[in-house]
């Protein structure tokens, strides 16, 4: 294979396992416990669907069944489903002596703007006069967003936000700015991302897609990309795509539409967390890179890169976010006001890499990197 020029340097930041998520409220344990001789009652929303979602919540329960709070059992998870079944199942069969997941307590704002209204009212309406939910797990910058308020006083964990301060969702990294508040940030991770990619690649035009609003700008962490372009010297080559909007194979569209020109006018891509960028998509995005021999980044994680994108953070899984939010739960059952917990978690940033990928593109990728690599997908696995 062609090595394209390519050359790495890891950056010890970069590369460093950090669990600063770990060392949280100590005075609170992470013990089972029962809410007065009664279960506790917990509710889900989201804006839509969306797979990391998926990804990070089954990984959540199984960090609650690794802490003794649900029986070990295998989680039903079907190809093309989400959240809902998942729900379902935990609602009828999980089998637990101290939590209950309300049946009809998970909410969908299916990516529609109207909906969201009414779902939002719905949510905050029971809240404040049903008050039949112990906890609400807000999933995603739109969940976040809706439920990070002083509207309602129901303990609230806000899971897998791409930029929960840049967003509006917290106050800070440190402090929420809300009692019952907590939202998970990781303050140095796209930046980690993107440096890794430059380090890798040393691109001079990086194309980057993304929905040109608030809510998609927090999506590509553009705020990091343009400072690491001013630091390291290279072009943002922006181009505007539909995300959050109930049509999904519209913002599919918009998605492929932006590869296909950007393919001719950059030399790398980072692929950013969007609704256009799914199952459905992914196949077509990584061949119009691949066939371009363009190096990709997933923003999202080693699924995508299973799928055919080149290069990615490993998340193992979701597993260790996922057991940090079971932790915060199970604080929070003992006694711990959200706002009292430690919102930040850096996982372990270890690498995930596609062979296939590489060897289509030319990147003959450095043993450096391989050593690094804690998942190396040899074939493009279809979604």
Not at 164 to 179: H, L, M, Q, T
């Amino acid at each position: 294979m062609k090595r394209l020029g390519i050359h790495l340097i890891i950056v010890p930041m970069a590369l460093m396992c950090i669990f600063s998520g770990f060392a949280m409220a100590s005075d609170f344990s992470t013990q089972p416990v029962k809410n007065n001789g009664e279960k506790w009652r917990i509710g889900y929303y989201e804006g839509g669907e969306y797979y990391d979602y998926k990804g990070v919540f089954i990984a959540t329960i199984k960090g609650l069944m690794e802490l003794g709070w649900i029986e070990k059992a295998n989680i039903p998870v079907d190809k093309g489903e989400f959240t809902t079944k998942i729900w379902n199942w935990l609602a009828t069969e999980m089998k637990s002596d101290f939590l209950e997941f309300v049946k009809d307590a998970h909410y969908s704002s299916k990516w529609d703007d109207d909906l969201r209204a009414k779902t939002v009212e719905k949510i905050i309406t029971r809240l404040n006069q049903k008050k039949d939910i112990d906890l609400m797990l807000a999933v995603g910058t739109w969940a976040g967003k809706d439920l990070a308020n002083n509207r309602h006083t129901t303990p609230t964990l806000v899971l897998t936000a791409s930029d929960a301060v840049g967003a509006g969702i917290v106050k800070s990294n440190e402090d929420s700015g809300y009692d019952h508040i907590s939202a998970h940030v990781d303050p140095t991770r796209y930046e980690r991302q993107v440096q890794i990619f430059y380090d890798i690649i040393k691109f001079k035009k990086l194309g980057v897609a993304y929905e040109d609003s608030v809510d998609g700008r927090s999506y590509a962490a553009l705020n990091v990309i343009e400072k690491l372009s001013k630091d390291k010297g290279f072009e943002i080559v922006p181009c505007f795509t539909k995300s959050d909007i109930a049509n999904q194979n519209e913002a599919g569209k918009s998605v492929i539409a932006c590869f296909e020109k950007l393919v001719k006018q950059v030399d790398a891509i980072y692929v950013t967390l969007q609704g256009g960028v799914n199952s459905i998509t992914i196949p077509k995005l990584v061949e119009i890179a691949n066939s371009h021999r363009i190096p990709t980044f997933s923003q999202s994680g080693s699924q995508e890169v299973q799928y055919g994108f080149l290069v990615s953070i490993s998340h193992a899984n979701f597993k260790y976010v996922g057991l940090y939010h079971a932790q915060m739960m199970a604080m929070v059952f003992n006694g711990a006001k959200p706002r009292q917990l430690n919102q930040v978690f850096e996982g372990p940033p270890k690498v995930a890499i596609n062979l296939k990928t590489a060897q289509i593109i030319g990147f003959d990728p450095p043993m450096v990197l391989l050593g690094a690599a804690d998942e190396i997908f040899t074939e493009i696995k279809n979604p």
